[in-house]
């Protein structure tokens, strides 16, 4: 018998999710070919099988969480390979056939024909059958090792309120550890209007479908929306955020991209304006290079970058993600709005892969096509800018003492207080808006 | 009281040197608090000098003299005279022990910071403690206290304890010679404990229990493999029987005992040993003076940290309700000596475990499958049998086995239990098993060393998961 056990598919990963399970008990299947597909915090994987064999036992839904290491099926392997069943091979392919991070774990482990676990439950099935059952099930004790329980007591969380993800229902140490986590998350998640689309968007659905109404909705927070909200409390309380908006007049701008159109459509691209603020933004960070920049905390170093690397933040089902264009200064703007569309498909459709969504060096986040005035959004740590563009519309405004009507957007520039400072952020709005408003310019400066 | 004499200042005193006392005492010296255990006797308390390592040498000694029996058919020969038990020379070989274990106590306080004084503690107020010692009497001016003065044996007045016929726990371990015939009441743990090992040392013993069974706090199945050897003894079991009277006649001591069954009986004994209960030691502290109550039954009630309704003084042990053991005073001791240090302690949801030193030993942690069941668990008890343990049947101890009660939802373990051989030393896996939330499949997944008892646990657990090697298993 071969136990196949979640692999490690990403970076440190600790879960992941099953999307899909491609194969069902009894079925056989080759060596190599896809049994499952999972989730993890960012990219989805489809998983093959170690052996040619039968599956003899799947031990998990669709939908469960599964941590790293837990045993998912077990394949009987064919006499012609029953050589192996000594071993435990785990393989897996990222689904966008990258060579990176394709792990195999090869372990001789004579252990693996022992018992396997006659029965195992999800941590999801587990509480839920905790919460359906009667009162008497209140008195039960919660079940940690004396370790967490002691964590939970310096952290002054009640171990009873920490819903447990463990097997069975166990509460572990990451549990306590995040139970702290989430409680922290609802004040400054309110602080970034990035981050708040995202999660309305996410309550909402989950709440809908309730038809009875209770006065509160609790679910866990898993996967992307869990990771984000790591990010996100770290990058807050790590950097001291400063914001400052300005607006552009984009009359200018808005005329070149309506000329522009036709030609985009020949070629089958969708042109937004966000090619031209990369372009602009790539200029501006050349001459103003704490932008582009990061701050190494160990060892008190700033490091400049020089490759430009646009981290465009997305809107998904699960929330936001950040997949990252490389070296936008050496892409036309054509080939920039069709990496931006491509890679929004992507991320909606959870395909990105890990190289696509990691290496940034500065962020733009375009809420504006759903609306919204000003921002304050959270940098992408350890990046040490982020750049919010928001509605263009039509606005009045004064031009040499006249009110007129012109196209406005207003632009949020959240900066690292620690490398730079507001004098030079206005510098580096200013030389935006004066690029973006004098579209020629940006032919001007073409390398 | 002088008035204006100078009190000693002192972060925190302990008033008891027990294994409470003496383990929270050590641990505030750790932690960098001064600190001062009052202790009015002897350091170790009742566990060292008067309970459990007493009585676990002599019940130790009784079962390696009727062992001797059993030596031939291993073949082992012996002289032609009979072997004798001579309890005084015990006696001896016993206060080393208790003597060796108080020096060491002693060298770890004063290795710890923690200055010991001897005397009678008295409460003055709620920060301030009088000590008479002696001739002398001292006071300390405290920031928080420790009570951790423990229990005594309780014998009601109807039975009048002289120490010579009418004994306590603590009398019968003072005894230099084997009494004849003994009767024990209260077939409680210590009654049953030291009543079989006055048996196996030749004493024909009536145990006199008021209940139904005895050793009444645990289920009838753990306990029938005690009953057996009862028997075997020549133990007799009076139970749902109690002493209406006792007079002692001519160096005998009468008892009259009732029962539905039997109705009202005389019998003679030469001595009677009383182990109906424990009461805590509260009386003469002068709680009152330090605004701490006490419940009607003399118990001092504490939050899972240990304090009292005066949050700077702390109650730990057998002065606080609950069972009265040692470990549960130690685990007590030190979370009161974290908390008083500002550590985020608390003994509320440890397990306790119990360990019955009767032949067989009887121990276990967690729930009864009864107790599972009330508490809304779907639960399972599967036992294995020492008989079907090769280390058990080659040291010739094969009664007894080992239980695991399971939730069957998802087969965490929520109870384990065993009776015979080294129980007491077989539970601490158990103790380990339900504290770290684990699984049959955990205990049945690990290697146990072949051959030793410490294998029947896997068997228990892999018979619960429905594949023990060792058994049929039930389908």
New interface residues.
């Given amino acids: 018998m071969v136990e196949f056990k979640l692999p490690d598919v990403g970076e440190g990963m600790h879960e992941g999710e099953i999307l899909q399970m491609l194969v069902k008990v009894g079925e056989n299947v080759k060596q190599d070919q896809p049994i499952l597909e999972v989730q993890t915090d960012k990219v989805n994987a489809e998983l093959t099988s170690p052996v040619t064999g039968i599956i003899k036992q799947i031990f998990f839904f669709e939908g469960d969480t599964v941590e790293v290491g837990t045993t998912l099926l077990v394949i009987d392997p064919d006499s012609i390979t029953g050589s192996e069943s000594g071993k435990q091979v785990n393989q897996t392919k990222s689904t966008d056939n990258s060579k990176e991070s394709v792990s195999n774990h090869v372990r001789n482990d004579s252990a693996s024909n ?2 396997v ?3 195992m ?1 999800s941590s999801e099935q ?1 509480s839920i ?1 905790n919460q359906s ?2 009162a ?2 209140k ?8 370790y967490v ?2 964590l939970a ?2 952290m ?1 969380i009640d ?1 009873e309120q920490v819903k447990g993800t463990g ?4 509460v572990t140490e990451e549990d306590v550890r995040n139970y702290g986590k989430d409680e922290a998350l609802v004040s400054i998640s309110q602080v970034s209007a990035t981050e708040e689309i995202g999660k309305i968007r996410t309550t909402s659905q989950k709440a809908t479908p309730s038809i009875k109404q209770e006065r509160e909705t609790r679910y866990h927070l898993k996967g992307i929306r869990k990771k984000i909200a790591e990010h996100m409390v770290k990058s807050v309380s790590i950097i001291p955020h400063v914001t400052s908006v300005d607006e552009i007049e984009m009359d200018k701008l808005v005329e070149v991209r309506e000329n522009l159109k036709p030609f985009a459509q020949k070629r089958g691209i969708k042109l937004t304006y966000l090619p031209f603020v990369i372009k602009a933004l790539v200029i501006t960070l050349k001459e103003f290079p704490t932008f582009n920049a990061s701050i190494d905390d160990e060892t008190n170093e700033v490091v400049l970058k020089n490759y430009y690397n646009m981290g465009i933040a997305t809107d998904t089902p699960n929330g936001l993600i950040v997949p990252v264009i490389r070296d936008a200064d050496q892409k036309s703007m054509f080939q920039l709005a069709e990496e931006i569309s491509s890679f929004a498909q992507l991320a909606r459709d959870g395909k990105l892969s890990l190289d696509q969504i990691t290496g940034g060096t500065f962020t733009v986040s375009n809420v504006g096509p759903i609306g919204g005035l000003q921002a304050t959004p959270i940098i992408n740590h350890p990046e040490v800018a982020i750049i919010s563009l928001h509605k263009v519309e039509k606005r009045m405004v004064v031009r040499e003492d006249q009110a007129v009507i012109r196209q406005m957007m207003n632009i949020s520039l959240s900066f690292d207080h620690r490398l730079i400072d507001g004098v030079t952020a206005v510098k580096f709005t200013n030389r935006i808006k004066e690029l973006l408003e004098n579209p020629n310019l940006l032919l001007a400066e073409m390398v | 009281m002088v008035v204006g004499e100078v009190a000693v200042e002192t972060d925190v005193v302990v008033i008891g040197g027990g294994p409470g006392g003496y383990a929270a005492a050590i641990r505030l010296g750790q932690l960098g608090k001064s600190v001062v255990l009052v202790e009015k006797e002897q350091l170790g308390g009742v566990c060292l000098n008067r309970g459990c390592i007493p009585s676990k040498s002599l019940i130790h000694a009784a079962s390696e003299f009727s062992r001797i029996a059993g030596l031939s058919k291993m073949g082992i020969r012996l002289p032609e005279e009979k072997a004798t038990f001579e309890m005084i020379e015990w006696q001896e070989w016993k206060n080393s022990v208790v003597s060796q274990l108080n020096k060491g106590v002693g060298q770890l306080c004063e290795e710890n910071g923690v200055t010991v004084v001897y005397g009678t503690a008295n409460f003055l107020s709620a920060d301030r403690l009088g000590v008479e010692t002696g001739n002398d009497f001292e006071t300390f001016k405290f920031q928080q206290a420790i009570i951790a003065t423990g229990a005594r044996p309780f014998v009601p007045t109807i039975l009048q304890r002289d120490g010579i016929h009418i004994l306590d726990s603590t009398d019968i371990l003072q005894l230099e010679e084997i009494p004849q015939n003994l009767a024990i009441i209260g077939g409680g743990y210590i009654g049953m404990e030291l009543g079989m090992a006055f048996a196996k040392l030749g004493t024909a013993v009536t145990v006199i229990e008021a209940t139904g069974q005895i050793l009444p706090q645990l289920p009838t199945h753990l306990v029938r493999e005690v009953n057996k050897n009862n028997k075997k003894l020549g133990i007799m079991v009076k139970t749902s029987t109690k002493v209406e009277s006792a007079v002692i006649k001519e160096g005998q001591v009468e008892l009259r005992v009732t029962s539905e069954k039997a109705g009202s009986e005389n019998h003679s004994f030469n001595k009677v040993l009383v182990t109906i209960g424990r009461i805590p030691n509260t009386e003469e502290l002068g709680l009152e003076q330090a605004g701490v109550k006490v419940d009607d039954r003399g118990y001092i009630h504490v939050d899972s940290a240990g304090r009292t309704e005066q949050s700077h003084i702390f109650a730990i042990g057998d002065v606080t309700p609950g069972p009265a053991m040692a470990h549960r005073a130690t685990k007590q001791g030190i979370v009161a000596a974290e908390v008083i240090a500002g ?4 003994a509320a ?2 397990l306790v475990p119990f360990v019955i030193f009767t032949e067989p030993q009887i121990a276990g942690v967690g729930l009864t499958r009864d107790e599972a069941k ?4 779907n639960a399972s008890a599967t036992s294995f049998p020492y008989r079907a343990n090769g280390r058990a049947l080659a040291t010739d101890e094969a009664e007894g086995f080992a239980e695991i009660i399971m ?1 069957v ?4 373990l929520l109870g384990m239990f065993v009776v015979g051989a080294d129980a007491s030393n077989l539970i601490g896996e158990g103790v380990f098993a339900l ?3 684990a ?1 049959a ?1 955990d205990l ?2 690990i290697m146990h060393p072949h051959p030793t008892l410490s294998e029947i646990w896997q068997e228990a657990a892999e018979g619960a ?3 023990a090697i060792h058994m049929m298993n039930k389908k």
Wanted: net charge positive; charged share 30%; glycine share 6%.
């Fill in positions: 022992r018992i676990p006659s029965k439950e587990a059958t059952h009667s008497a099930r008195s039960r004790r919660v079940m940690a090792t004396p329980r002691q007591r310096e002054q171990i097997p069975a229902g166990r | 550590l985020s302690s608390s949801d440890a009330e508490q809304g668990y939730d939802d998802n087969n965490t504290e770290m939330a699984r499949e049945a997944l998961l429905g594949h």
